[in-house]
């Protein structure tokens, strides 16, 4: 059974830097999927941030391209999201999950609140 | 930013047939990119509950099916039970600036 928990700190300043790490249990990061970001402002919706490749290769949403480095680290299993400049309006609940080719993602942690506050 | 339109909110007394549509363009949907859906129960992660327009994961009631059609999709939730009161969000890829997957609005499933 594949496992994903974020973890980082709950509380962000503004212009600040948020960072996240998601560790994965079950699978290996090596295997053939894509590992993602989706975020959820309170009482909103759902908005995928960006993924990574177990080669390193990754893709962003446009909107925050800008902001957002996600990386991996193979050996210990687990990925990392980056977002520079926060805002009130980055305060969410960050997923991060397990993505097939074609963008499905049935594996997902149980997610981390993040709030944008001084 | 939600490029994909869902009905706000849609109900059905136990036992009935519903469905919750999701509105693309041509940029998604209707370029032919597959079509997933998902049930977020309060305070929880979203759930996989079909994926390439049609497929159910394991596990998955065969309650629950979808559909597609030129540049929308629909999910139908036959014989409804108070626990499918959840929201419910549909996805696909649209390549349109560089290219992104997108979520619907999100439709709430009440059970009356």
């Known amino acids: 059974q594949v496992q994903l928990q974020e973890s980082g700190p709950g509380l962000v300043k503004p212009s600040g830097t948020l960072s996240l790490t998601c560790a994965v249990s079950g699978a290996s990061m090596r295997s053939g999927k894509w590992w993602s970001w989706v975020r959820q402002p309170p009482g909103k919706g759902l908005e995928w941030i960006g993924e990574i490749y177990h080669s390193g290769r990754t893709n962003y949403n446009p909107s925050l391209e800008s902001r957002v480095t996600i990386s991996g680290d193979m050996s210990k299993n687990q990925l990392s999201l980056k977002m520079t400049s926060v805002t009130a309006a980055d305060t969410a609940v960050y997923y991060c999950a397990s993505t097939d080719e074609d963008g499905s993602a049935e594996y997902w942690g149980q997610g981390s609140l993040v709030t944008v506050s001084s | 930013q939600s490029v994909l339109t869902q009905p706000p909110s849609v109900s059905g007394a136990p036992g009935q047939r519903v469905t919750i549509s999701c509105a693309g363009s041509s940029s998604n949907i209707g370029a032919g990119f597959d079509v997933h859906w998902y049930q977020q129960l309060p305070g929880t992660a979203p759930k996989l509950l079909i994926y390439g327009n049609f497929n159910r994961p394991s596990g998955v009631p065969d309650r629950f099916s979808g559909s597609k059609s030129g540049t929308s999709a629909s999910l139908a939730i036959t014989g409804l039970q108070a626990e499918d009161e959840a929201e419910y969000y549909c996805?696909?890829?649209?390549?349109?600036?560089?290219?992104?997957?997108?979520f619907g609005t999100g439709t709430k499933v009440t059970v009356l």
């Open positions: 996805q696909s890829y649209d390549n349109s600036l560089s290219g992104l997957y997108v």
